[in-house]
């Protein structure tokens, strides 16, 4: 024991006398853990990057307001707007009057079928008036004829009237019925110039400006839709798809909204692409976004563009291949894991097949 202290002493002696020693020494030292530094240094490298890469950031992709339940009403026939019920941003009900139009042509042609069926029916009471005395005359000749007080000529001519009045009341009746019908189409055709709401909704748009003018038919009156189905479409291109998913929180900010936001999330990713030719002879597959509103701007209207800022948290692919790749080397990971955890299992039954 005292040897190994003299020895020890011996050395730290040495080294104090010779500082060389003690310079060589420490760099020595110092080469020993050079590669425990670089090992550590390997291992903390791509989980850093990784980390870096996937953190939760925001990326801006450009959306454009749209409705799944989303209608344009236009004028169904020429003519002057006369009146208009709903204004932009009212709420309606369904089948509720929002304006009505006037038809010069609609409205004499509904006239003149209403006249019409008027005269006609009043010729059919009267031919009804007198097929009820012929009917009269005919079975009293009858009695005179069968009792010989006149000739068979009287009372053949009292039928042969009686069949003609019934002949001609029968037409009448068809003359009647086609009036009838002709009436239900004329005023069909008013009662269409009257556009109603076509299910609960707002109103996106209103034509005040047209207001007592002509208005030409097919042209747009108003726009509506139900407040519950609006989403924004953002198309993303497919080597980006990879970081986004359903759920992910979103914020949209609306160039008409002066720079307010609002809250949305993802709510669905179409399968189907979309191309979007970008240059001459260069084509992007884009893939549809629809992202999920949780409230409106006053002034939202179907196609308002909108700056969709998507917060991710997944690693983009620089390409579709890259991704595929990924994905193969996981597969072939979990399969080597499973094949190894066999020949565990195979080991430990093999050992109590030994020890047995």
Request: with cysteine; net charge neutral.
């Amino acid at each position: 024991m005292s040897d190994k202290k003299t020895n020890e002493s011996q050395k730290t002696s040495d080294i104090a006398s010779e500082p060389h020693l003690l310079a060589r020494e420490e760099k020595t030292e110092t080469k020993k853990k050079q590669p425990l530094i670089r090992i550590i240094l390997i291992l903390l490298v791509p989980v850093l990057f990784v980390r870096f890469i996937a953190q939760e950031r925001a990326d801006i992709y450009e959306g454009t307001l749209k409705a799944s339940h989303f209608v344009r009403l236009t004028s169904p026939a020429a003519g002057i707007l006369k009146v208009i019920s709903g204004k932009r941003g009212d709420a309606a009900i369904e089948r509720e009057a929002l304006a009505k139009i006037e038809n010069v042509d609609f409205k004499r042609s509904a006239e003149e079928a209403n006249l019409r069926l008027e005269t006609l029916s009043h010729d059919l009471i009267s031919l009804t008036g007198q097929e009820s005395l012929l009917e009269k005359d005919s079975a009293r000749k009858l009695i005179l004829f069968e009792n010989g007080a006149i000739g068979k000529a009287d009372f053949e001519r009292a039928q042969h009237g009686l069949n003609e009045i019934k002949q001609v009341k029968s037409l009448k009746e068809k003359e009647v019925s086609f009036a009838h019908d002709d009436l239900e189409l004329a005023n069909s055709k008013v009662q269409s110039l009257t556009v109603k709401m076509p299910f609960l909704g707002i109103l996106l748009s209103s034509p005040d400006e047209k207001l007592g003018t002509f208005l030409k038919e097919g042209e747009l009156l108003f726009e509506v839709a139900d407040p519950e189905s609006f989403y924004v479409e953002v198309q993303v291109e497919e080597k980006e798809i990879t970081k986004i998913a359903v759920g992910d929180p979103a914020l949209i900010y609306f160039k008409s909204a002066g720079g307010q936001s609002f809250g949305g999330e993802v709510a669905s990713i179409h399968p189907s692409f979309q191309e979007q030719v970008e240059k001459v002879f260069k084509v992007k597959n884009m893939i549809v976004c629809e992202i999920k509103l949780f409230s409106l701007p006053k002034d939202a209207r179907y196609g308002m563009k909108a700056e969709v800022r998507i917060k991710v948290r997944r690693l983009a692919y620089s390409t579709p291949e890259m991704g595929k790749a990924v994905q193969e080397k996981d597969r072939l990971q979990k399969a080597g894991d499973s094949l190894n955890a066999v020949l565990q299992a195979a080991e430990e039954l093999k050992k109590r097949e030994v020890k047995q």
